[in-house]
């Protein structure tokens, strides 16, 4: 099986070549974040960064070892090795991406003395003479550019020594110290290279979007820590004041590119500002001081130079115009030269622009040329050239608006400035993988000076200046940006560089040929994605729909500082930030969203604290119409109407600035109960503006159906009472003849009392008497008692025996006289002989 195996990697190398060798020493994959066993090698610093005749004698490297895999590591070595001076271009790209072989001189490994534990760090410095011995130096014999490479190896856990780390740079070398030989150093060439550079102190978005009287709020604390001294932006800043001083070369031929945003924001945090907490509330930000202080530390270091303002947020106009939003393109690249302007105090280069990534399509071209702009700055891959054409230049661009000059930028130092391409080989399955330089960190900037040199050296453009264009957000910090513009002043002093401005290469076309814009492939797949920029349009017209409803008066602000401010921090989702990460650009455009849809949501309806009640069927409501927005709103106020409940229309209300407006809605109640209705907020053009407002009206009032309900019941209450009583009448005939007496009725009952007498004590018959009152009709009651004694009855009512007869001198007998007070009396008829109760009756004469 070995034997077989054996065989084919010889025919493979037989029939590819000895190029698939060097491919083979190292092969390009990408490097594992976290593999088993891996060491992780920072590099701070690397003396010299050019290699002079005057210069050191030795190469110093330092860095920091870190065991960041699984396993302990033992028997570590750490060695500088090189590869051959690199000639070509595709030399120094194949350097770039890590596919250039690095061991042509291999020094000895200089051992570790511990091992190397789980999450241990070590710090490494390697010291290295450049000439001499191979076995101990980098033995430099000529002067050019080369690919160094810190190798470090090891042992992890049980397994076999290999290569656990690895980190790739250029190193420029101009001259030699101390050699032996004179035809050893090479002769500098006749003419300096002019150079432009620009200096991109630019960072991603980070504003969201707020209302005048707000504190301004910002997605996280970064910048805080970036605008420190000690921080990327203000490490860029205090290099660009100290490598480049008033007056030197390096400072002639750079030109600071800045971003609006940037600028904008840092001077509101210096008033204050909030970020979300751990929690999701807003909390103060820290960085306030440090933010006004390098805002007047920009401004002064930028004062007098050559200063390009990008677009606002760095808006990709490729992009907005793809997604029809040219106006918004437009307004971005115009306020953006106004506003840098403003906030650094000296004047930008006008009508010029640098487009994201150096390129731009034709439609683009057409929405720059109607903010203005006739000079690009556009890399060599966005233009038609042809392969014999320099990569430099200024050239006219073919088109059919207003005439447009380019400036061409290297794309060999863009791809050097762009971090790290890819990396070399791993041992074994294990780490080793070779990180370049310019991942981040002091050196950076290195893999861009040795570029540069070997234009300057082994491929000087005649053309025209070689402008140095590194990506927008470049991986630089303070440390590294001081180190490139340090080796840019070597260069120049050197005599390989000289200074030219951008303005000045702009002033100064080398060619008459206009070239055609090619806008390539792979920028295309790296706009910013299309979902995002879809999403601003919907955002743009909810402003607008808020901007008709503004009362411009003498309250609150101008509505130009809320709109103008909203319109153009619109652009932010569409930033170049976001190209090549689809997934940021999304949550830029959600955020926006949100923000503005919060903005919106301010103007609405208070919901009362109690439902409303209503006592009659015409009862009017109270509403409170609230105002977040620092101007004049006049709105409509819409109350849903229900079964049983209508509300009238309410007419148009002005609401003051921060304010409240009470209104009176008519509302009418066809029944009694409780309603739900939703009062809404309208602007003017219809839009909803806050969240709909849930009341509760209960009414205790009868409606009108209620009314006439209970008006017919009522009539047909009427209607039938009458109808009974007419029936009753008509059912009862002759009712105005006597009626006979009821059975048991005093008229019916016969006076026993009288008729029980014998004849001749009888009184006369009664007299034609109307009858008593039945209340009157009492049964019998026994008699009063008379008194004990036996004299003379006194005389007492006209009753009974003791009442005088019809002859008797009392006169005729009078009508039967009732005794109300004696209960159960019974009146009798003069004349009736009833006997006394209560004593024996009187004996006749004679009698025994």
């Not at 030399?91 to 061991?103: F, K, Q, Y």
């Not at 076999?160 to 060439?189: K, Y």
């Not at 640098?354 to 399509?361: I, L, M, N, Q, S």
Request: hydrophobic share 40%.
């Amino acid at each position: 099986m070995k034997r077989i195996a054996t065989l084919v990697a010889i025919i493979v190398v037989l029939l590819v070549g000895p190029v698939t060798g060097a491919a083979l020493a190292a092969p390009r994959q990408p490097a594992p974040s976290a593999v088993a066993g891996a060491l992780t090698l920072v590099l701070d610093e690397l003396a010299p960064r050019v290699v002079t005749a005057s210069g050191p004698t030795v190469l110093t490297v330092t860095g920091t070892l870190t065991n960041t895999g699984d396993e302990t590591v033992t028997d570590i070595g750490v060695r500088l090795q090189r590869g051959q001076p690199l000639t070509s271009e595709g030399a120094v790209r194949d350097a770039l991406e890590g596919g250039a072989p690095t061991d042509s001189i291999a020094p000895q490994f200089q051992e570790l003395p511990d091992a190397l534990d789980v999450g241990d760090r070590v710090p490494v410095r390697l010291t290295v003479p450049l000439s001499g011995a191979p076995e101990s130096t980098l033995a430099l014999a000529a002067t050019g550019v080369y690919e160094l490479l810190v190798n470090v190896n090891g042992v992890p856990g049980e397994g076999d020594r290999a290569r656990l780390a690895a980190v790739r740079m250029l190193l420029p070398v101009v001259g030699l110290p101390d050699l032996d030989g004179a035809d050893a150093v090479s002769t500098p060439p006749a003419a300096a290279t002019p150079f432009s550079l620009l200096y991109p102190v630019v960072d991603v978005p980070r504003r969201l979007t707020t209302a005048p009287g707000e504190p301004v709020r910002l997605t996280d604390d970064t910048l805080a820590d970036s605008f420190a001294p000690t921080g990327r932006l203000g490490g860029l800043v205090a290099a660009l004041a100290e490598a480049a001083p008033a007056g030197s070369p390096v400072r002639t031929a750079t030109c600071v590119v800045t971003d609006a945003d940037l600028l904008q924001t840092a001077q509101a945090m210096s008033q204050g500002y909030v970020v979300p907490g751990a929690d999701g509330s807003l909390v103060p930000g820290r960085g306030a001081e440090v933010a006004g202080a390098w805002l007047a530390s920009f401004a002064e270091a930028a004062r007098g130079m050559c200063v390009l303002a990008l677009p606002f947020a760095d808006a990709d106009v490729v992009a907005l115009t793809r997604g029809e939003l040219e106006t918004s393109a437009v307004g971005a690249v115009t306020a953006g030269r106004g506003l840098v302007a403003d906030l650094l105090g000296t004047p930008v280069l006008p009508d010029t622009a640098w487009p994201a990534d150096g390129v731009v399509d034709e439609a683009g071209l057409a929405t720059y040329a109607e903010g203005g702009v006739r000079s690009l700055v556009l890399s060599a891959d966005g233009l038609d050239l042809p392969a014999q054409a320099e990569s430099a230049g200024t050239v006219p661009v073919a088109t059919t608006g207003p005439a447009t000059t380019a400036v061409v930028a290297d794309p060999l130092v863009t791809l050097a400035a762009g971090g790290p391409i890819s990396v070399a080989t791993t041992v074994a399955g294990r780490g080793g993988a070779a990180a370049a330089a310019a991942a981040g960190g002091p050196l950076s900037g290195q893999d861009v000076l040795g570029t540069v040199a070997f234009r300057a050296v082994e491929d000087a453009p005649t053309g025209g200046p070689l402008v140095i264009a590194p990506p927008h957000r470049w991986n630089v910090d303070g440390v590294a940006a001081r180190a490139l513009l340090d080796g840019f002043g070597t260069l120049v002093d050197e005599g390989l560089l000289t200074a030219r401005g951008l303005g000045s290469a702009l002033a100064t076309p080398t060619s008459t040929t206009e070239r055609t814009l090619d806008y390539p492939i792979g920028a295309g797949a790296r706009e910013v994605a299309p979902n995002a920029v879809a999403a601003i349009g919907p955002v743009l017209d909810d402003i607008g729909d808020l901007d008709s409803s503004v009362v411009d008066d003498e309250l609150g602000v101008d509505p130009d500082d809320l709109f103008d401010p909203l319109v153009l921090g619109a652009v932010r989702p569409a930033s170049a930030a976001w190209r090549g990460t689809p997934e940021l650009a999304t949550d830029a455009a959600a955020a926006l969203a949100d923000r503005v849809t919060e903005l919106r949501g301010t103007v609405a309806v208070l919901e009362p604290p109690s439902p409303f009640s209503l006592g009659t069927s015409t009862s009017p409501l109270l509403l409170t119409v609230a105002n977040g927005l620092p101007v004049t709103m006049r709105v409509r106020v819409e109350i849903s109407s229900t079964s049983g409940l209508r509300v009238a229309p309410i007419p148009v209300v002005e609401v003051p600035p921060f304010g409240r407006r009470q209104i009176q809605a008519s509302a009418e109640v066809q029944r009694s109960g409780v309603f739900t209705v939703d009062a809404t907020v309208r602007t003017i053009d219809g839009g909803l503006l806050g969240a709909p407002s849930r009341l509760q009206v209960r009414s205790t009032a009868y409606g009108t159906i209620t009314l006439w309900l209970t008006g017919t019941a009522g009539v047909l209450l009427v209607v039938l009472a009458a109808r009974r009583i007419l029936r009753r009448i008509r059912s009862e005939p002759g009712r105005n003849t006597p009626r006979p007496p009821r059975p048991g009725s005093p008229e019916t009952i016969p006076d026993t009392a009288e008729t029980a007498l014998p004849a001749d004590l009888r009184g006369p018959p009664p007299t034609s008497t109307p009858p008593p009152a039945p209340e009157d009709r009492t049964l019998p009651a026994p008699p009063r008692p008379l008194p004990a004694s036996n004299g003379p009855i006194p005389a007492g009512p006209t009753t009974g025996r003791n009442r005088p007869g019809p002859s008797g001198p009392s006169g005729p007998a009078g009508p039967p006289v009732r005794r109300p007070d004696v209960p159960g009396h019974v009146p009798v008829p003069p004349g009736t002989g009833a006997p006394l109760q209560g004593r024996p009756p009187l004996r006749p004469p004679g009698a025994r």
